[in-house]
T-cell receptor
Framework: GIQVEQSPPDLILQEGANSTLRCNFS?????LQWFHQNPWGQLINLFY???GTKQNGRLSATTVATERYSLLYISSSQTTDSGVYFC??????????FGAGTILRVKS | GAVVSQHPSRVICKSGTSVKIECRSL??????MFWYRQFPKKSLMLMAT?????????EQGVEKDKFLINHASLTLSTLTVTSAHPEDSSFYIC????????????FGPGTRLTVT
């Protein structure tokens, strides 16, 4: 099956800093989503981005499908950005395959 | 965005009992829903695909007799953990794509199951 790798596994930032999270995947995909899992476990949809670039406030994402990677940019980080960021790609039949996640901690 | 709810959010049960977890799509219909399991500090693992009007499809290694799934309507799927044991303790999360938009999925808030 498809493999999804995220890097870095852990990241500590000072408030106000910028960061880039990476997601590599091993095969062509129909869908790629980025999620933020908050401390209570809720997965929050950040981007649905099978290709191209999108921006939403301080967050933006780029997927280069031909090279099988996606990047999530967080600018001017805030303590509320802390949590786990997951990349997930859609395999056949609507099934999402998740990466291992990046644990982000933003210090004030 | 679309809203998916789960109930209960947290449940504690004794070994040997069964627990039912509900997943509802509140503002859209979902012919398909997905059930995931997440261990502490780990990623989400797909357990099964719930299909409205037909049998669920289970991932390899998931016991279908232990984890019973029923997709009763276009807005409700239930996961029943039968004869629960402490090793079944976990965080269970459901998701659903909007019918007609087969790609973007929305997730419920999760149910934390503790079996004593």
């Amino acid at each position: 099956g498809i493999q999804v790798e995220q890097s870095p596994p852990d990241l500590i930032l000072q408030e106000g800093a910028n960061s880039t999270l990476r997601c590599n995947f091993s095969d062509s995909v129909n869908n790629l989503q980025w999620f933020h899992q908050n401390p209570w476990g809720q997965l929050i949809n950040l981007f649905y981005i099978p290709s191209g670039t999108k921006q939403n406030g301080r967050l933006s994402a780029t997927t280069v499908a031909t090279e099988r990677y996606s990047l999530l940019y967080i600018s001017s980080s805030q303590t509320t950005d802390s949590g786990v960021y997951f990349c997930a790609v859609q395999e056949y039949g609507n099934k999402l395959v998740f990466g291992a996640g990046t644990i982000l901690r933003v210090k004030s | 965005g679309a809203v998916v709810s789960q109930h209960p959010s947290r449940v504690i049960c004794k070994s040997g009992t069964s627990v039912k977890i509900e997943c509802r799509s509140l503002d859209f219909q979902a012919t398909t829903m997905f059930w995931y399991r997440q261990f502490p500090k780990k990623s989400l693992m797909l357990m099964a695909t719930s299909n409205e009007g037909s049998k669920a499809t289970y991932e390899q290694g998931v016991e279908k007799d232990k984890f019973l799934i029923n997709h009763a309507s276009l807005t409700l799927s239930t996961l029943t953990v039968t004869s629960a044991h402490p090793e079944d303790s976990s965080f269970y999360i459901c998701s659903a794509p909007i019918a007609g938009n087969s790609y973007e999925q929305y997730f419920g808030p999760g149910t934390r199951l503790t079996v004593t």
